[in-house]
C-alpha cells in the first residue's frame, strides 16, 4: 500500500518536505546517498505521541521522529531490499529509520529475518527501537525468537510495559528463563528485572 | 590539570583497546577523528572496505561515545590502496554515499604514498568530491621522501583550486613548516613516541613558528604510537610557558572550527558527551541506570 506514510497525518510542512524527497527520488537522486542526509534535512523532532494501527500493525507514533516517517515515505517507493541497505550501511540516525520503517514494509517472513539481525545488535537503542513500542515482534516472531528477544529486553533492563502484547506471547520456557536470569542476578547481589515477578505471575494464573 | 578540552584529529581508533579510549577519556580529548585509511596490509576485495566504513560510522562512534568521546570520520580511499586496481574504482564508487553521513566531517586520508602518477589521479578524483559534498580535505603526505612528496600534494592542491583554508595538510615536520607556512593550509603534525616527530620536537617547532594555523594529532594506529602524545604535548607547552589561550587554539579551537566549517555537525555539542543511551518511550535519550538528558550540561 504505496502512501502509508500518510496515515501518520504528517503537518503540512514536514508532508511538504517528504513530498521534495520523494520528488528528488523520481529525478534519479540514489536513496543510498541521500538517506543520509535525511535527518540534516528533515530533522529529527519526534511526531505527536499516539497509538496508531495500520491493518494488523500497532504502534506508538511517538517515537517516529520526522526524519523516520520520510525514510518510510522513500522505502515505499524504492522497496524492502534497498531499504534493507540503510541497515546494513548505515550510521546510527539511518539504522534507526530503518528499524522505524522496514517492519511496514516487509513480509513477515523479511521481519522475522530483520528481527533475528536486529537481536544481535550492540547498539541497545537500536534493538530496543525493534522490539518495544510496537507490536512487531509480538506478531511474527516464533517461540524461540520472542523468548531470545524478551530475555534480551529484559537483560538490558528495558521496562516490561512497553513490550506490545508480551502477556499473549508469555510460556512457561520464558518464564523458566526470567527465572533462571533472576538467579543469576540474586547470585551475583545484582538488581533483577522488575519484570520477572509480573510475567511468572502470569503463568500462574 | 588539564581543563582545555581537546580535539584528537587523526586516531585510527579502531587499532586500538578501550583502555585507550578511557585513557584519552581522562586526559580531556573530546573529540577524536578518525580517518579512513588502510588496515595494515592490503585489503583483496571490495567488500572489506564496506565493512570497515561501515564499522567507521557504526559500531567505532558508539564505542567511543561510550567513553564520553565524540567519533567522526573522514572517508577517503587512501593512496597505498589506490595503487591496486583491484579495488581502487569499486571504491571511489563508494565514497559518495559516505561522503553525506552525518558523522564524515572530511574526505580523508587521501594524498600520496608512493608518488605514483595512479595516486595522483585518485587525488584529484576524491579532491572534486570534497568540492561535491562540501567537505573540507584531510591529506596524508609520504613518510618516504617527505619534502618531495609534501612539495607534491601541496602543487596538486593549488592547481585544483581547492580552497587552501579548507586544507588539513598532514604529517609535516621542521622542513615542511617552511613550504605551507603562511598559504592558509591548516599545518598538521603527527606527534609519535620516538620516530619522527615526538612531543619536545613539536615543542620546539611551536616556540618557533606559533600556533596559528598549526594543529597537532597522535596519528595512533598498530604501529608504535601513541593515543595521549597530544595531552603529553600539552603538558610540555605549559611547560614552556605557553599561554593557555594558545594551548586551546591548537588543541580545540582550530581542528574543531576546521571539521564543523561545512554545518554537517553542530560543534556546541562536542563539549557535551555524546548519546550512547537508549532512546526512551518518549523518544528522549536516557543513559543506562538513569543518566542526563542530552545537551543538559549546555
Ligand atoms: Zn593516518
Known amino acids: ?205 | 590539570m588539564n581543563t582545555i578540552p581537546i580535539f584528537e584529529p587523526h586516531a585510527h581508533m579502531i587499532s586500538r583497546v578501550t583502555d585507550d579510549y578511557e585513557r584519552m577519556s581522562a586526559a580531556g580529548v573530546k573529540v577524536v577523528l578518525e580517518p579512513a585509511f588502510w588496515l595494515g596490509q592490503p585489503r583483496t576485495s571490495v567488500g572489506s572496505f564496506i565493512d570497515y566504513f561501515d564499522t567507521l560510522i557504526g559500531f567505532e562512534r558508539y564505542r567511543a561515545s561510550q567513553f564520553g568521546i565524540h567519533h567522526v570520520c573522514a572517508m577517503a580511499l587512501n593512496p597505498r590502496e589506490a595503487n591496486d586496481p583491484g579495488v581502487r574504482d569499486a571504491v571511489l564508487k563508494l565514497l559518495p554515499r559516505y561522503l553525506e553521513k552525518g558523522g564524515v566531517v572530511a574526505v580523508g586520508e587521501l594524498g600520496l604514498d608512493e608518488m605514483t602518477s595512479t595516486e595522483e589521479a585518485c587525488f584529484e578524483v576524491q579532491v572534486e568530491l570534497a568540492k561535491k559534498h562540501s567537505l573540507p580535505l584531510l591529506v596524508h603526505t609520504p613518510h618516504r621522501n617527505k619534502r618531495q612528496g609534501f612539495v607534491r600534494c601541496f602543487e596538486l592542491l593549488k592547481h585544483s583550486g581547492f580552497p587552501l583554508e579548507q586544507v588539513l595538510l598532514d604529517h609535516g615536520n621542521e622542513e615542511t613548516i617552511a613550504i605551507t607556512m603562511g598559504t592558509g593550509v591548516l599545518q598538521g603534525f603527527s606527534i609519535y613516541p620516538n620516530t619522527k616527530m615526538d612531543p619536545p620536537r613539536m615543542v620546539a617547532l611551536l616556540k618557533k613558528y606559533g600556533t596559528e594555523r598549526i594543529s597537532i594529532n597522535s596519528a595512533c594506529d598498530w604501529g608504535i604510537s601513541d593515543p595521549l602524545s597530544v595531552p603529553k604535548t600539552v603538558a610540555l607547552m605549559r611547560e614552556a610557558g605557553f599561554e593557555e589561550a594558545s594551548i586551546r587554539k591548537l588543541v580545540w579551537d582550530t581542528p574543531a572550527e576546521f571539521f564543523s566549517a561545512s554545518g554537517r555537525v553542530n560543534r556546541a555539542e562536542w563539549v557535551c558527551p555524546p548519546e550512547a543511551a537508549p532512546f526512551s518511550a518518549t523518544g528522549t535519550t536516557i543513559a543506562r541506570g538513569g543518566g542526563k538528558v542530552p545537551g543538559s550540561c549546555c
Not at chain 1, 13 to 22: D, F, H, K, N, R
Request: hydrophobic letters at 50%; a negative charge.
Open chain 1, 1 to 205: 500500500m504505496a502512501g502509508l506514510w500518510k496515515s501518520f497525518a504528517p503537518e503540512t510542512a514536514l508532508a511538504g518536505m517528504i513530498e521534495s524527497e520523494l520528488a528528488a527520488l523520481a529525478g534519479g537522486a540514489e536513496f543510498a546517498v541521500r538517506a543520509a542526509g535525511l535527518p540534516r534535512r528533515i530533522g529529527r523532532a519526534l511526531l505527536p505521541s499516539g497509538q496508531m494501527k495500520l491493518g494488523v500493525v500497532l504502534l506508538e507514533r511517538g517515537v517516529w521522529r520526522a526524519c523516520d516517517l520520510a525514510a518510510l515515505a522513500c522505502i515505499e517507493v524504492v522497496g524492502a531490499e534497498v531499504g534493507m541497505e540503510l541497515f546494513l550501511h548505515g550510521d546510527r540516525d539511518e539504522r534507526l529509520m530503518s528499524v522505524r520503517a522496514l517492519p511496514l514494509v516487509s513480509s513477515q517472513g523479511e521481519l522475522q529475518q530483520f528481527l533475528r539481525r536486529l537481536q544481535s545488535c550492540n547498539d541497545q537503542a537500536l534493538f530496543e527501537a525493534g522490539f518495544v513500542d510496537s507490536n512487531h515482534a509480538a506478531r511474527v516472531l516464533d517461540e524461540a525468537d520472542w523468548n531470545r528477544a524478551v530475555l534480551k529486553l529484559a537483560f538490558v533492563g528495558v521496562a516490561l510495559e512497553r513490550i506490545t502484547d508480551w502477556e499473549a506471547r508469555t510460556n512457561p520456557v520464558l518464564g523458566a528463563m526470567l527465572a533462571d536470569l533472576a538467579a543469576e542476578r540474586q547470585a551475583a547481589g545484582r538488581p533483577v528485572w522488575a519484570g520477572t515477578n509480573v510475567v511468572l505471575a502470569s503463568l500462574d494464573r
